[in-house]
């Protein structure tokens, strides 16, 4: 099986960093720990309240990281004039609501089929990989490769959440929508990722869908970093990843 990528996404470092307002604890030196465990990209989602990575976290990623950055943010015109200032390797179109914690669900692409052609369009033309972050189903799928995107990330928020909430059979029902529509999306010539709510228990699934070539995952790692220090969080996922695939 091809190798998977992991990308470290960083955003809780800047969570804990805000909450005192200064600029301890850095999400630069968390991202040069990752890139040091091996991390093969960074992500990053700048929110439109600004609530964990800001502007200049950006602007500095994009001149530090010596892997790729992945910049998540919504269609907005704002974050569209961002990403085409600093060309980052790959923009993750995200859905986001101001009154959520964290990105609950994936972007309704069917809905918005048009617009979303347009707007990832320069962003495809200034050289940018574009994802778009989906629940596993059909329809948004279909709808994902037909406004141009390169690449679907499949949203696994709800497959965790079934899992630590001990629903076990929701979250393998979750887990056969998962394991089926990333065969879809790559019978449709899209790469797919997938991420959100994945921890230490749920990722070794997830890690063996053999059409699933990237990872993203920050919230647990960074939890996991008070308890173990950072590297080895990541270097422990990293072995359970390449565990699942060669299993
Ligand atoms: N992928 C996408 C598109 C996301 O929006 C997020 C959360 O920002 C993640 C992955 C990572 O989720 P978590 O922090 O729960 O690991």
Avoid at 30 to 44: L, P, Q, R
Avoid at 139 to 164: K, M, N, P
Avoid at 216 to 231: S, T
């Amino acid at each position: 099986m091809e190798k998977q990528r992991l990308g470290v996404n960083i955003d809780h470092v800047a969570t804990v960093r805000n909450a005192r307002g200064g600029a301890y604890p850095d999400p630069q030196r968390a991202a040069k720990i990752a890139e040091e465990a091996g991390a093969d990209g960074i992500t990053a989602h700048l929110r439109e309240d600004r609530r964990h990575i800001t502007d200049a976290d950006i602007e500095a990623l994009m001149d530090t990281l010596s892997v790729p950055l992945n910049f998540e943010m919504a269609a907005t015109d704002e974050m569209q004039a961002i990403a085409l200032r600093h060309r980052p390797h790959a923009v993750c179109i995200v859905p986001e609501k101001r009154e959520e914690r964290t990105t609950e669900g994936g972007l309704e692409v069917a809905r918005e089929e048009n617009r979303l052609a347009h707007f990832i369009a320069p962003l495809r033309e200034a050289g940018c990989r574009v994802s778009i972050f989906i629940a596993a189903d059909r329809s948004q799928i279909e709808a994902a490769a037909r406004i141009g995107a390169e690449v679907v990330e499949l949203h696994t928020g709800a497959y965790c959440d079934a899992h630590s909430e001990g629903r076990f059979d929701a979250r393998d029902r979750e887990l056969a929508a998962l394991t089926e529509m990333a065969g879809f999306a790559h019978s449709l010539g899209l790469e797919v990722h997938a991420g959100h709510g994945l921890a230490y228990d749920t990722v070794k699934p997830i890690a063996a869908l053999p059409e699933v070539m990237e990872l993203n995952i920050g919230h647990f790692l960074i939890g996991e970093a008070i308890f173990r220090g950072l590297g080895p969080a990541i270097t422990e996922m990293r072995r359970l990843m390449v565990e699942a695939r060669s299993s």
